[in-house]
């Protein structure tokens, strides 16, 4: 009773219901002074989603500053660096430049000095980057974790709140449940619910490499 007691108080500090918590002691217990016990709940699931997202989020998040530092090495600065905000633009500022045109410009030095050609520069600016696919953190987040997330708030939230998260959730994912979209593996937020490209999706194993996908309007302005 001890180890289902323990077991009902850690599942609930996770918010998870502990009505579904079961205790059962190991087969083979290290020694015949002691018992050893497993306990699993049926709602764990959410948080092995959520784990998962949590560690795919930082792998994002860590690419994209990783390409920040990239565009930052080219001279890029956004617009609300202070050295960028030192003229009040109005509506034009000629010290803001695109990461387009910062690469553009050293693109030379790149691949002269660093072996940075333009095999390597299609992967790394432009439509073929993933920059802006790997932005989940701040606009869009994995339905799984969603699906994780809304689960365990209504588990706490009352019938209405509850009644209208998921009408919502089948209207917008077309699942039943919460916890039929624990292996999806779409996107949700600002662009709606979406499929996010990623390094699988390459075609070809060396993109050819387009001026135009690669540095926009700054190739048509050189």
Same mark, same amino acid.
């Given at each position: 009773m001890a180890a289902l007691k323990a077991a009902k108080l850690l599942d609930e500090n996770f918010g998870l219901e502990s009505d579904n918590t079961i205790v059962s002691i190991r087969q083979e217990p290290p020694s015949s002074q002691s018992e050893m016990y497993d306990?699993?709940?049926?709602?764990?699931?959410?948080?092995e989603v959520l784990r998962a997202s949590g560690m795919n989020s930082q792998i994002s998040v860590a690419y994209r500053c990783f390409?920040?530092?990239?565009?930052q090495w080219c001279g890029f600065r956004p617009r609300?660096?202070?050295?960028?905000?030192?003229?009040?633009?109005?509506?034009?500022?000629?010290?803001? $430049?695109?990461?387009?045109?910062?690469?553009h410009e050293k693109r030379a030095t790149l691949e002269e000095a660093h072996g940075i050609d333009s095999a390597a520069l299609v992967y790394l600016i432009g439509d073929h980057s993933l920059y802006y696919e790997n932005q989940d953190a701040i606009h869009?987040?994995?339905?799984?974790?969603?699906?994780a997330a809304l689960s365990n708030m209504c588990r706490r939230a009352t019938i209405g709140r509850k009644r209208a998260l998921l009408l919502l959730w089948q209207l917008l994912t077309g699942?039943?449940?919460?916890?039929?979209?624990?292996?999806? $593996?779409?996107?949700?937020?600002? $662009?709606?619910?979406?499929?996010?490209?990623?390094?699988?999706?390459?075609?070809?194993?060396?993109?050819?490499?387009?001026e135009s996908a690669?540095?926009?309007s700054a190739a048509m302005d050189s």
């Amino acid at each position: 009773m001890a180890a289902l007691k323990a077991a009902k108080l850690l599942d609930e500090n996770f918010g998870l219901e502990s009505d579904n918590t079961i205790v059962s002691i190991r087969q083979e217990p290290p020694s015949s002074q002691s018992e050893m016990y497993d306990h699993v709940n049926d709602d764990s699931w959410e948080l092995e989603v959520l784990r998962a997202s949590g560690m795919n989020s930082q792998i994002s998040v860590a690419y994209r500053c990783f390409l920040d530092g990239f565009y930052q090495w080219c001279g890029f600065r956004p617009r609300w660096d202070d050295w960028v905000k030192e003229t009040q633009p109005q509506q034009f500022n000629r010290r803001y $430049k695109s990461r387009e045109e910062c690469v553009h410009e050293k693109r030379a030095t790149l691949e002269e000095a660093h072996g940075i050609d333009s095999a390597a520069l299609v992967y790394l600016i432009g439509d073929h980057s993933l920059y802006y696919e790997n932005q989940d953190a701040i606009h869009e987040m994995p339905l799984c974790a969603v699906a994780a997330a809304l689960s365990n708030m209504c588990r706490r939230a009352t019938i209405g709140r509850k009644r209208a998260l998921l009408l919502l959730w089948q209207l917008l994912t077309g699942h039943a449940n919460f916890q039929a979209g624990q292996w999806d $593996k779409r996107y949700i937020g600002t $662009k709606g619910v979406v499929s996010r490209r990623g390094p699988q999706d390459d075609e070809d194993e060396q993109i050819e490499f387009d001026e135009s996908a690669v540095f926009g309007s700054a190739a048509m302005d050189s």
